[in-house]
T-cell receptor, first 111, second 113 residues
Framework: DTAVSQTPKYLVTQMGNDKSIKCEQN?????MYWYKQDSKKFLKIMFS???????INETVPNRFSPKSPDKAHLNLHINSLELGDSAVYFC??????????FGSGTRLTVV | GENVEQHPSTLSVQEGDSAVIKCTYS??????FPWYKQELGKGPQLIID?????GEKKDQRIAVTLNKTAKHFSLHITETQPEDSAVYFC????????????FGQGTELSVKP
């Protein structure tokens, strides 16, 4: 059973399109995150939710909108995709002050 | 703002040798320091962590040391094996609400047989 699962694994789309990435965790964790990993492998936090409530929004463009229908799910919707959005997006979950469990990532390529 | 610096960016060792990766953090309120291993095409995986009330922690071939005064922490891998080859990330957190981790830039470790 995968602890943190995100879909799709690969996403290739044209500029200007809208796309969503889904994430689910079965660990019973209270907090979920979205991280972006750029081409240089740098990991930067985008959002954090705790029990469905937005806790962190790290100066991410408004085109990115997270949604948490319950504490086991955190989805990411991206409007009007741009070339610079190409990256690997990781979902993760944790209990507060503990280590994260990451999903396997979604490689987004905008052409 | 909060910052974590990690060195070196690449590290190549012979199988059986030791590898050391070093990180410094800027926020003295940081109190939780995990290390992650990322293999190609996979998500980062927690391999060891240390909290600010402890100076050293060991788990088999992996150890982490923390110097709070200098705001340094390091990962030590002994008796390296080819399967240790991966990108390693250090991170720091203040342990506040949301558990936000600030990551270092990563170290690509290559262990040559």
């Amino acid at each position: 059973d995968t602890a943190v699962s995100q879909t799709p694994k690969y996403l290739v789309t044209q500029m200007g399109n809208d796309k969503s990435i889904k994430c689910e965790q079965n660990l019973g964790h209270d907090t979920m995150y979205w991280y972006k990993q750029d081409s240089k492998k740098f990991l930067k936090i985008m959002f954090s939710y705790n029990n469905k409530e937005l806790i962190i929004n790290e100066t991410v463009p408004n085109r990115f909108s997270p949604k948490s229908p319950d504490k086991a799910h955190l989805n990411l919707h991206i409007n009007s995709l741009e070339l610079g959005d190409s990256a690997v997006y990781f979902c993760a979950s944790s209990q507060i002050t503990s280590g994260y469990t990451f999903g396997s990532g979604t490689r987004l390529t905008v052409v | 703002g909060e910052n974590v610096e990690q060195h070196p960016s690449t590290l190549s060792v012979q199988e059986g040798d030791s590898a050391v990766i070093k990180c410094t953090y800027s926020d003295s309120a940081s109190n939780y320091f995990p290390w992650y291993k990322q293999e190609l095409g996979k998500g980062p995986q927690l391999i060891i962590d240390i909290r600010s009330n402890v100076g050293e922690k060991k788990d088999q071939r992996i150890a982490v040391t923390l110097n709070k005064t200098a705001k340094h922490f390091s990962l030590h891998i002994t008796e390296t094996q080819p399967e240790d080859s991966a990108v390693y990330f250090c991170a720091a957190s203040k342990g506040n609400q949301g558990g936000k981790l600030i990551f270092g830039q990563g170290t690509e470790l290559s262990v040559k047989p």
